[in-house]
T-cell receptor, first 114, second 116 residues
Framework: SQTIHQWPATLVQPVGSPLSLECTVE??????LYWYRQAAGRGLQLLFY??????ISSEVPQNLSASRPQDRQFILSSKKLLLSDSGFYLC?????????????FGEGSRLTVL | AQSVTQLDSHVSVSEGTPVLLRCNYS??????LFWYVQHPNKGLQLLLK??????LVKGINGFEAEFKKSETSFHLTKPSAHMSDAAEYFC??????????????FGRGTSLIVHP
């Protein structure tokens, strides 16, 4: 069966420090991968999605970047965090070119920037 | 372009009473529609989905939704609320322009509050 792992679950970082959140999917090949952010009391904001290795689409210009070094690995990064980067980050995947629109989510990473 | 509107940011019900969470969508194609539930500090879990089959869709935990194309709606209902239903609910529309991959669009969410 397919599983998705996302880590770390909780992170407290000072302003100006770097960030790396990792997500891996097991049990499937060629998935589409997504990073969403959920600010307090707000809905989900799509940050990045990827349809293949090295292929990243950015939905919102900002302080963050994403990379997909392997088929089932998706990394969210920042060189210098801002206070406004605080939030709940969710990684998700779907079945790629044969997808139906259904997403499968990780458990999320809570980032607090102080 | 596609969009989705969840008409209520908060819905408050008493335990044992019906639940109605409203969702309207727009899409230039034949969309798929989904409802997800999110408990605090957790990822999202699929409740149910509509993908052009039966318009009345049954999901987990007693929830169901009806796709009404004429009203562009996909409201979520449950006959009797349980305390464990208290959570955030997201309506999602997803279509596939030009035969490419589906890209989902999320509503802003509805917080369901259940009183004892």
């Amino acid at each position: 069966s397919q599983t998705i792992h996302q880590w770390p679950a909780t992170l407290v970082q000072p302003v100006g420090s770097p960030l790396s959140l990792e997500c891996t999917v097991e049990g499937t090949s060629n998935p589409n991968l997504y990073w969403y952010r959920q600010a307090a009391g707000r809905g989900l904001q799509l940050l990045f999605y990827s349809v293949g290795i090295g292929q990243i689409s950015s939905e919102v210009p900002q302080n963050l970047s994403a990379s997909r070094p392997q088929d089932r690995q998706f990394i969210l990064s920042s060189k210098k965090l801002l206070l406004s980067d605080s939030g709940f980050y969710l990684c998700a995947w779907d079945t790629g070119t044969a997808n139906t629109g259904e997403l499968f989510f990780g458990e999320g990473s809570r980032l607090t920037v102080l | 372009a596609q969009s989705v509107t969840q008409l209520d940011s908060h819905v408050s019900v008493s335990e044992g009473t019906p639940v109605l969470l409203r969702c309207n969508y727009s899409s230039s194609y034949s969309p798929s529609l989904f409802w997800y539930v999110q408990h605090p500090n957790k990822g999202l879990q699929l409740l149910l989905k509509y993908t052009s089959a039966a318009t009345l869709v049954k999901g987990i935990n007693g929830f169901e939704a009806e796709f009404k194309k004429s009203e562009t709606s996909f409201h979520l209902t449950k006959p009797s609320a349980h305390m464990s239903d208290a959570a955030e609910y997201f309506c999602v529309v997803s279509d596939r322009p030009s035969g490419g991959s589906y890209i989902p669009t999320f509503g802003r969410g509805t917080s369901l509050i259940v009183h004892p």
